[in-house]
């Protein structure tokens, strides 16, 4: 019986390495994956944002791309942020750090409107 | 012995100076070339290749001639156009050809397509070649970056505001509008308060028989709100000029002509220089329309524009670049 008892202390500390190991791995795959989503693409096409609307991680870094022939800008409607004017292909990026609802417009083709969610 | 002219509008049922069947007419000949003309409140169309019918071509017969050009989006090189300094070239070769020389010329905006100073340079460069003075407006694209900082520089010596102006010309009085800043997410174009107060102030002292041109980029009636083609605050502005008996309005912005007659009020949109645009709503956005390369001047164009003393309104004729 005490021999037992003996393998079973001497055995926890490996155990607790074990998930120690197991959930420090789990925790980078998850940082890893927080990583990827942290990184949001926002498409400019054909006079319009793609998705409209986007929900978002506190952290999140938005890029919106501009894939029409004609320029267009992003502007946040309470000046949070606001892009210099993007030709075909150029991009925007902002990272979002605050939680809240961030509406934004083309202030070239106002009708042109998206808005970030940030949880 | 009068020669029966074919496509006159001689129904005016409301006594609006306006037939509605030859007004469609009318709107569907711009483009192609069309000449309108207000005469003792009817409106008069013709098409372009008719004019000889006329005996005598109204248009010429003007105290003022002047011509409008829009849209020239230097810098532009895609597709639906690769060479807007050509077609540019082609519109000046245009205006130096016409019979009635013009005394100047209005640029309702985007000049440039990115506000880059090499894009200024070239559209005045190649305007130079009218020898002729050019009065401008900003489109969005002349303002881009810096709010319009570079474009009074170069244009708006003098100018008020954002770069509103008025000035005479042989009785006409003309009135440059800026509608391209500050615009609100899911608004139109703008002229905003400033602007407005000067213009009630502008046009208090005028006798109401002076004939009033407004010109300014995005149009000051509502076109098609879908894609943004109207001003907000426009209606505010056309109060100011109720009381005048001829006022024509002059915009550029939608890359296609289109005329409307509301009251004493004829409003045109000019063709651009660079790129056609989608009929309003026949299209699921504004994006420029590639045409095959042997159409492409036929719907780019300019517009002459005379004034007959004692007429209503202003003979408005838009020629293609073809």
Redesign the interface.
């Known amino acids: 019986m005490r021999r037992r008892v003996w393998i079973l202390v001497l055995a926890a500390p490996v155990v607790a390495a074990a998930v120690l190991l197991i959930s420090s791995a789990r925790g980078l795959t998850a940082s890893a994956e927080q990583a990827q989503a942290s990184n949001v693409e926002v498409k400019i096409d054909n006079f319009s944002f793609g998705p409209a609307t986007l929900t978002v991680a506190a952290g999140t870094t938005v890029t919106w791309t501009n894939r029409d022939d004609i320029p267009h800008t992003v502007v946040s409607d309470d000046k949070v942020f606001k892009s210099k004017v993007l030709d075909t292909d150029e991009k925007f990026s902002f990272t979002f750090t605050k939680p809240g609802t961030y509406g934004y417009f083309c202030s070239i083709h106002p009708k042109m409107t998206g808005k970030v969610v940030v949880q | 012995m009068t020669k029966k002219v074919k496509d006159q509008i001689l129904h005016d049922h409301n006594q609006d100076g306006i037939d509605r069947r030859g007004f469609l007419k009318c709107m569907a000949w711009a483009g192609t070339g069309a000449l309108c003309v207000m005469q003792g409140g009817v409106l008069k169309s013709y098409s372009l290749s008719r004019l000889s019918d006329l005996g005598a071509n109204a248009a010429a017969a003007g105290e003022l001639s002047f011509v409008q050009i829009s849209d020239s989006h230097m810098g532009f090189n895609?597709?639906?156009n690769p060479d807007v300094a050509g077609t540019l070239k082609a519109a000046v070769d245009k205006i130096n050809g016409l019979s009635n020389a013009p005394e100047f010329l209005l640029h309702t905006g985007d000049i440039s397509?990115?506000?880059k100073p090499e894009e200024f340079d070239t559209v005045d460069q190649i305007l130079k070649a009218t020898g002729k003075d050019v009065f401008f407006v900003p489109g969005?694209?002349d303002v881009?970056?810096d709010d319009g900082v570079q474009f009074r520089e170069r244009y708006g010596k003098g100018a008020k505001g954002a770069g509103w102006y008025s000035f005479e010309k042989k009785g006409v009085h003309f009135i440059g509008l800026v509608n391209v800043m500050n615009?609100?997410?899911?608004?139109?174009g703008a002229l905003g308060h400033e602007q407005l107060e000067w213009l009630e102030d502008d046009v208090k002292r005028l006798k109401h028989s002076t004939p009033i041109v407004v010109f300014a980029h995005i149009p000051l009636w509502t076109v098609y709100?879908?894609?943004?083609w109207g001003t907000d605050d426009s209606a505010q502005a056309l109060a100011y000029l109720k009381k005048f008996g001829s006022v024509t309005v002059l915009n550029g912005h939608i890359h296609q002509t289109m005329q409307k007659v509301e009251g004493n009020v004829t409003f045109h949109t000019a063709a651009s220089t660079a790129f056609p645009q989608p009929q309003p709503g026949k299209a699921?956005?504004?994006?420029?329309m590639k045409v095959p390369a042997e159409q492409l001047r036929s719907v780019l164009g300019i517009t002459d524009v005379n004034y007959v003393r004692g007429q209503q309104a202003l003979a408005v004729v838009d020629s293609s670049l073809a």
Do not use: I, M, Q, V
């Not at chain 2, 709100?225 to 943004?228: A, I, L, Q, R, V």
């Not at chain 2, 699921?284 to 420029?288: E, H």
């Open positions: 895609k597709p639906a397509h990115l506000s969005e694209h881009l970056n615009l609100k997410a899911g608004g139109l709100p879908e894609w943004g699921d956005s504004p994006r420029p």
